[in-house]
């Protein structure tokens, strides 16, 4: 099958939840499928990367993103039925391109990953699947309804914005030929928005075989973790600063010697201020940061979509606690495969638990395991997506 796929973003390197997918999915949908990969990059050093993605593309075509607060990305969401968020990727040169592949190519579908990059699509009659990763105008409403009081003159404002971003998301879905999800709870969000929607549903995973085999010790210590997280991303920002300054306190009242490690991408930046001698904030290798750690302890506020990091700690044998929001696409039973709770308290009681009775900890993480292998690879996900593509190609409706 011929596919044109459309990212926000170079799949490569692995740096956010959203590339690691997207790569993988590439890399197991390339064998069987001719993949030409159009996508946006922040900076020129990005197409070096470029190589990372050739084995498994026909053609890759990039295309220079403007920065975020651009005047005309302004000027759009403050003067236009545009949010900021559509505003920031459209692009006249990839339109143009992806109308002269459609006019040269037969292709027999585009592959869309998020809405805010149909706009760029010209009419055509080649049916369109569209990815949403995560649901766009919850993730900014939870965020307009946590402003701090010194803020709250931005929120008629904000709330215009995410009412576009609400209105072009739908409207988008609708135009789809498919709907793609990652988790059952966004399918059911996206079906009550837009009636009679074709949802399929196709989960996070990971590189079971990459992150199974131990290497690294365990720290000495008690080490808690948040991470591995994009810090640019606002969820991550939130669920960090809970776990700072309300959560992590109360475990280090019971279990004096422990550590917190904030690690990810843009941690040193978000908290270059902090000052506590119990915290350690830096970027790492995945597999040697999730077999160094005790336990990944996430309170998250913000749902939507489902979070490849757990996925990669399930995978490494770290148990995971977190709340009910941050658990959302993982088929993982509360004291079974994962702790949940919503009330940071408790969360903390529960990371306690793991960190002092370490056969509890080793029976949570090696269950946890066993759900990642049996579920969630990379392959299975792939297997999913290319079934939907063959709905999408045919015609069908199931």
């Known amino acids: 099958m011929k596919i044109l796929m459309l990212t926000p ?39 070096r990367y470029r190589k990372n993605l050739a084995p498994y593309c026909q053609q890759i075509k990039l295309f220079k993103r403007r920065k975020a607060w651009a005047p005309i990305n302004v000027f759009l969401a403050g003067f236009s039925p545009y949010p900021l968020l559509v505003s920031i990727y459209f692009s006249r040169s990839l339109r143009k391109a992806i109308a002269r592949e459609l006019n040269t190519q037969n292709y027999d579908l585009i592959h869309v990953e998020n809405f805010y990059l149909m706009q760029n699509i010209p009419k055509t009659k080649v049916p369109i699947l569209l990815v949403d990763q995560t649901i ?3 993730v900014y409403q939870h965020f307009v309804d946590s402003l701090p009081k010194t803020l709250i003159f931005l929120k008629p404002f904000l709330l215009l914005d995410v009412a576009k971003i609400k209105f072009w998301e739908t409207f988008y879905w609708k135009k789809a030929s498919m ?27 990971v590189d ?21 997280a994009n810090f640019k991303w606002m969820q991550n ?6 776990l700072i ?23 040193p930046e978000f908290l270059k201020g902090l000052k506590k001698k119990d915290v350690v904030v830096k970027e790492g290798k995945p597999k040697k940061i999730y077999q160094q750690a005790w336990a990944l302890v996430a309170p998250m506020r913000s ?10 700690a399930m995978a490494s044998k770290l148990p995971i606690v977190t709340t009910p929001e941050g658990a959302e696409g993982i ?60 709905e999408v190609a045919d015609g069908k409706k199931s």
């Open 179 to 205: 709907m793609v999800a990652v988790s059952q709870e966004d399918k059911k969000l996206m079906q009550s928005q837009a009636k009679d929607l074709e949802v399929k549903i196709v989960p996070n995973g």
């Open 237 to 242: 920002k939130e669920g960090a600063q809970i």
């Open 9 to 47: 973003y170079l799949p490569y390197p692995l740096h956010s939840g959203g590339q690691t997918r997207s790569f993988n999915l590439i890399k197991n949908l390339g064998k069987k499928h001719q993949i030409t990969l159009f996508s946006f990059i922040r900076e020129d050093k990005e197409k």
């Open 303 to 312: 749902g939507g979509g489902s979070r490849t990091k757990f996925f990669e």
């Open 331 to 390: 088929a993982a039973q509360d004291g079974k495969e994962i702790f949940i709770s919503d009330d940071l308290q408790d969360l903390a009681e529960k990371a306690v638990k793991l960190l002092k009775n370490r056969d509890l900890a080793e029976n949570i993480a090696k269950k946890a395991k066993e759900l990642a292998k049996k579920k969630y690879g990379w392959d299975k996900s792939a297997q999913k997506l290319d079934q939907a593509y063959q």
């Open 245 to 267: 300054n309300h959560v992590w306190p109360l475990i280090k009242k019971k279990i004096p010697e422990a550590k917190l490690w904030i690690v990810g991408r843009y941690a």
């Open 208 to 228: 079971e075989s990459y992150f199974q085999k131990r290497v690294y010790p365990r720290a000495k210590k008690p080490v808690v973790l948040f991470g591995l």
């Open 136 to 138: 766009e105008h919850r």
